[in-house]
T-cell receptor, first 114, second 113 residues
Framework: AQSVSQHNHHVILSEAASLELGCNYS??????LFWYVQYPGQHLQLLLK??????LVKGIKGFEAEFIKSKFSFNLRKPSVQWSDTAEYFC????????????FGSGTQLTVLP | SQTIHQWPATLVQPVGSPLSLECTVE??????LYWYRQAAGRGLQLLFY??????ISSEVPQNLSASRPQDRQFILSSKKLLLSDSGFYLC????????????FGEGSRLTVL
């Protein structure tokens, strides 16, 4: 079965610092990749997604992610974080085929200090 | 536009009592529906999913069950709650043609005492 690893469980940054959250998956075939975000007290929201094409995907609020097929990775980045980016971030993978189910990573809690 | 609602948002129940969490989706037809449980540091665990009325697939054997009595209604139930059933439960639906993208409800916080 496929799995998704988010190695950073809790990341603490100061405002304006750069962010990179790691996501690695184990599946050898075609995948669709997602990053979700959960702000305090809010529901999970889609941050960005990759289906095909340009491996550098841009999402909302200045976030981007790069799909590196050879490394089975889909890391999330932001050049300069803000206090409002404090949230929990989840990576998710969908193996090729719409009948499959999303597999989520364990999440990374990001705390941005003002 | 499509919306998804869960209720109740918060629930405190004694051990051994029954459970019913409801989820409804508006603005779409024949959605795929999902129940997840979110535990701190463990991500989201898929509990059940449904591709149509009366069609339920269980991912994890447990004390819970799910039903889909109507196209846009998904219910999570238990006859007798256990302490270990405490958690945050999320309902989600898959957008038509969304190729796997899920949209989540607000969640239901269950505390079993």
């Amino acid at each position: 079965a496929q799995s998704v690893s988010q190695h950073n469980h809790h990341v603490i940054l100061s405002e304006a610092a750069s962010l990179e959250l790691g996501c690695n998956y184990s599946y050898g075939g075609t995948v669709n990749l997602f990053w979700y975000v959960q702000y305090p007290g809010q529901h999970l929201q889609l941050l960005l997604k990759y289906f095909s094409g340009d491996p550098l995907v841009k999402g909302i609020k200045g976030f981007e992610a790069e799909f590196i097929k050879s490394k089975f990775s889909f890391n999330l980045r932001k050049p300069s974080v803000q206090w409002s980016d404090t949230a929990e971030y989840f990576c998710a993978v969908l193996p090729g085929g719409s009948a499959r189910q999303l597999t989520f990573g364990s999440g990374t809690q990001l705390t941005v200090l003002p | 536009s499509q919306t998804i609602h869960q209720w109740p948002a918060t629930l405190v129940q004694p051990v051994g009592s029954p459970l019913s969490l409801e989820c409804t989706v508006e603005g779409t037809s024949n959605p795929n529906l999902y129940w997840y449980r979110q535990a701190a540091g463990r991500g989201l665990q898929l509990l059940f999913y449904s591709v149509g009325i009366g069609q339920i697939s269980s991912e994890v054997p447990q004390n819970l069950s799910a039903s889909r009595p109507q196209d846009r209604q998904f219910i999570l139930s238990s006859k007798k709650l256990l302490l270990s059933d405490s958690g945050f439960y999320l309902c989600a639906w898959r957008g038509a043609g969304g190729r796997g993208e899920l949209f989540f409800g607000e969640g239901s916080r269950l505390t079993v005492l």
